[in-house]
């Protein structure tokens, strides 16, 4: 009877662990940037290393902000540079909805969707520099999360 219930363990803990196995989160890699609280104006720099050719990312704008931050919008000026020397810019206004998680939170993250399916097609360093069009109050840093698409 004992050996019945410890396969039955055995058999659960197996299936518990190919379940987990088959829901594996999308990885992701976070790059950024320290900026200057008391009004982010000056551009931000991030770095990605690309190994993966093949894989599709989605691109969000992370922004670590505090209590003074206030804004509902944001304008940046993105502009990316590939590994083979090219270079895009272009401006974009992102919604910003802020929730913060208890009323003693002094700092916390935000995520701004910014691009779906991304591909990069080289391997190497993709620098991305994000410059706010107008200064912002309470960003202490910025960047981008490359999440990978599964």
């Excluded at 272009?90 to 939170?105: D, F, G, M, R």
Aim: net charge negative.
């Amino acid at each position: 009877m004992r050996a019945l219930r410890e396969i039955r363990i055995l058999l659960t803990m197996v299936l518990i662990s190919l379940s987990l196995t088959q829901c594996r989160m999308a990885e992701s890699q976070v790059a950024m940037g320290d900026v200057d609280i008391d009004g982010w104006s000056e551009p931000a720099t991030v770095a990605y290393n690309n190994a993966n050719t093949d894989a599709l990312r989605n691109l969000n704008i992370t922004l670590h902000i505090n209590r003074r931050f206030n804004a509902e919008t944001i304008a940046l000026e993105i502009t990316t540079f590939t590994p083979d020397s090219l270079r895009y810019s272009e401006s974009v206004t992102l919604p910003i909805k802020e929730t913060w998680p208890n009323a003693k939170a002094t700092t916390m993250d935000v995520t701004l969707p910014y691009r779906e399916d991304v591909h990069f097609g080289h391997e190497g360093e993709y620098i991305m520099i994000l410059r706010p069009l107008k200064s912002v109050v309470g960003v202490e840093a910025a960047g981008i999360n490359f999440e990978l698409k599964r």
